[in-house]
């Protein structure tokens, strides 16, 4: 048998080109067979067909690339939820950039490891030079901001907690009904005390209740308030200026979870929503949400690089004191992980590609159609709006519907493969949620959202059988 090929050096790309090719076809036959945002009959009909594929995982004699990449990319498309399907929209599961995801076709071809320069000469540069920027985005008026690339939100906002608690000791986190779950797990994996929970009772930290928990805490030891750009559930922002001024004048650090609307951030329209994010001690970004990237594409941004120093780590192998001191780059301490990825680079592509500009079509674009769909909402007999959105997250439900029936709905489109949407319970009551991520979703998508969600309505109500 002989040896296959390797994707790099020279001959790499000569042995990629015709796999691609059989790649991106069955891309697009999985995709037609699929025909719609996800797959229709649920776990029942989607499991035994990808498994019906995949057996047996290890043959005693192998099929050959073509075969294997054919039959798996093929299973794995008809079985995917298509987040560049404009009814796909539950999560914060973004319809990647053509541009990134052949950026990150590079990435693995190339395979850098981004632990020690000898491994990423070229990405060890473009890693530091792209994050540099990032940072100064959040914060610009600083002289020596930095980032790190992370895995993600959680990655990120673990490592904000992480550097709080170097500087300080166990430092006790204030965090906001509303706030990501991963604050509370990051308290947990670092041995921090349970945080504290403020009301949001309006969807952001009420900051009349933040005031108080700050002072009857302040003086018993080192506080971080975490506030949120962007909120899973409704997308809302914390007001982020006063949160800042009550920390300041509690002396409490500030982290800011902006895994969400960090983005926001390249749309001089839509920047204001975050004012106050540069007096943050550190900030989570996720480009793999609002930034339209390959997972993953976490950033954990600072305002000075120094605040970094804390992740420093000897191994000798990949950072000995000579090598350092004779000039080549310390990659050890920029990350918790050992190897990783060049998840900058398709980073880079994108900002290159676009410029600010381009970024801040998408930007407009992505929340504008959130806008569009509230309206039709309005507009629509029979269902309920819960608030205009504040980035492109959407809630509403048919007006006078029981929890059981909202969540009968979102099932049913999930099962018969016509939608995915998601859910979420506020306001003492079960809602439909809508993430729109897709710059290309149009009006007419959205009426036709809309329109399932209406006629399944009107199916319950008639007591008819789900199919």
């Known amino acids: 048998m002989p040896v296959p090929p390797l994707a790099g050096s020279t001959t790499g790309p000569d042995a990629l080109r015709p796999l691609l090719d059989t790649v991106l076809t069955a891309l697009a036959e999985g995709a037609r067979r699929r025909d719609g945002p996800l797959p229709a009959g649920g776990p029942d009909t989607v499991t035994p067909r990808t498994r019906t594929a995949l057996t047996p995982v290890i043959p005693d004699q192998g099929t050959g690339p073509h075969d294997a990449l054919a039959t798996l990319v093929q299973a794995l498309t008809e079985g ?30 190339l395979n850098p490891s981004m632990d020690s320069w000898d491994q990423a000469p070229a990405a060890s540069t473009l890693e530091a030079d792209t994050t540099a920027a990032l940072a100064t985005e959040v914060y610009p008026h600083h002289p020596a901001p930095d980032a790190l690339v992370t895995t993600g939100g959680t990655e990120a906002n673990q490592l904000g907690l992480l550097l709080a608690r170097e500087r300080h000791g166990p430092v006790q986190t204030i965090t906001g009904a509303n706030a990501h779950h991963s604050i509370t797990r990051a308290a947990w994996l670092l041995g921090l005390p349970e945080p504290l929970t403020v009301p949001a009772p309006t969807g952001t930290i009420d900051l009349h209740a933040l005031h108080d928990t700050l002072a009857r805490n302040h003086g018993q030891g080192p506080l971080l308030v975490t506030a949120t750009a ?3 559930d409704t997308g809302q ?23 969400y609307g960090g983005p926001l951030l390249f749309s001089p329209a839509h920047r204001p929503l975050l004012d106050g994010i540069d007096r943050a001690h550190s900030v989570t970004l996720d480009l793999h949400k609002l930034g339209w990237q390959p997972a993953s594409a976490g950033i954990l941004a600072v305002p000075d690089r120094h605040h ?25 301490g920029r990350s918790l992980r050992t190897t990783r990825r060049p998840d900058a680079l398709k980073i ?15 930007v407009h674009r992505t929340c504008a159609a959130a806008h569009t769909l509230a309206d039709l909402i309005t507009g629509t007999p029979g269902l309920e709006l819960h608030d205009r959105p504040t ?17 009968t709905i979102r099932r049913t489109l999930l099962t018969r493969g016509h ?11 079960l809602w439909l949620k809508a993430t729109l991520l897709n710059p290309h979703t149009t009006p007419d998508d959205l009426h036709r959202l809309l329109t399932l969600v209406t006629h399944l309505t009107a199916e319950l109500k008639e007591g008819s059988t789900l199919r």
């Not at 592509?349 to 079509?361: E, I, K, P, S, Y």
């Not at 939608?419 to 979420?424: E, K, P």
């Open 80 to 109: 995917a939820a298509d987040p560049a399907h404009p009814l796909c929209a539950a999560h914060l599961h973004t319809p990647p950039l053509a541009l990134a995801a052949a950026a990150d076709l590079a990435a693995s071809a």
């Open 230 to 232: 962007g909120t899973t």
């Open 237 to 259: 922002i914390d007001p982020l200026t006063d949160i800042a001024d009550l920390c300041a004048h509690h002396g409490a650090e500030l982290h800011i979870d902006a895994a």
């Open 308 to 332: 970094l120093h804390a992740l420093h780590h000897q191994a000798p192998y990949l950072n000995a004191d000579d090598d350092t001191e004779a000039g080549l780059p310390d990659l050890l």
């Open 348 to 362: 880079a592509v994108t900002l290159r590609a676009l410029g600010r500009t381009g970024l801040a079509d998408l």
């Open 391 to 407: 980035i492109s997250t959407v809630l509403f439900r048919p007006t006078d519907a029981d929890d059981h029936t909202v969540a």
């Open 419 to 429: 939608a995915v949407l998601g859910r979420t319970h506020t306001h003492g009551r």
